[in-house]
């Protein structure tokens, strides 16, 4: 098995928004044990926190950008059950505390929004999200704009990854199937999530 690296870039607030509730775990997600809700562990927000948004207005009330710059990315880390299970919960928080590390420094740690290790689903993962500002401009392409950038970016997360036993071989048909059923359910749940929060949010202008 191999390392797992999703990259998001978003610009739409609903999305934004959903996303984030998803998860800082504002709701039980049916893809979740509750009774497992308390192992996930928390770097920097909270569980049930609501108020991202408004975090993120914070973060760009100085900043001058276009209406469809990108404002948030989120990034995914992952692996196969098996290599988890090989880690033992110890050696993956410190797995999980070692990467939530890393990515501080490289994006920046005021640029944080959140980040949190999920273990109340089938696959430990974490979940990084931050506010792309560099030099007081929103720049999502200056990490990630093309493969050379991409490539340097997934060899320095494996150098993180085969410490605790996260193969670097690319995954198999199989493997690339599954992870992408598991991204493919992930923002179709997102999706219901939208529609709620826009009705919501009409009722409330009523």
């Not at 390392?3 to 509730?21: C, F, G, R, Y």
């Not at 880390?77 to 990515?103: D, I, L, R, V």
């Amino acid at each position: 098995m191999a390392q797992v690296i999703n990259i998001e870039k978003h610009k739409d607030n609903t999305k934004i928004s959903s996303i984030a509730k998803h998860n800082l775990r504002c709701y039980t997600p049916k893809n979740v044990d509750p009774a497992r809700q308390s192992d996930n562990i928390y770097f920097v927000g909270q569980q049930g926190q609501n108020d991202i948004l408004s975090t993120l207005k914070e973060k760009l009330k100085d900043v001058k950008h276009r209406s469809d710059a990108n404002k948030v990315v989120n990034l995914v880390f992952s692996a196969s059950s098996e290599e988890f299970q090989a880690m033992g919960p110890e050696k993956a928080k410190k797995w999980a505390t070692e990467m939530h590390n890393y990515c501080s420094k490289k994006f920046g740690k005021d640029n944080v929004l959140y980040s949190v290790l999920h273990r109340d689903e089938q696959t430990d993962h974490l979940h990084f999200s931050f506010t792309p500002l560099r030099e007081g401009k929103l720049q999502s392409n200056y990490w990630f704009d093309g493969p050379a950038k991409l490539s340097k970016f997934r060899k320095e997360i494996y150098e993180i990854n085969k410490k605790y036993g996260i193969g670097k071989d690319k995954p198999t048909q199989e493997d690339k199937k599954a992870d992408r059923k598991e991204i493919d359910d992930f923002y179709k749940r997102v999706k219901r999530c939208e529609k709620i929060d826009s009705t919501i949010n009409k009722e409330i202008e009523a």
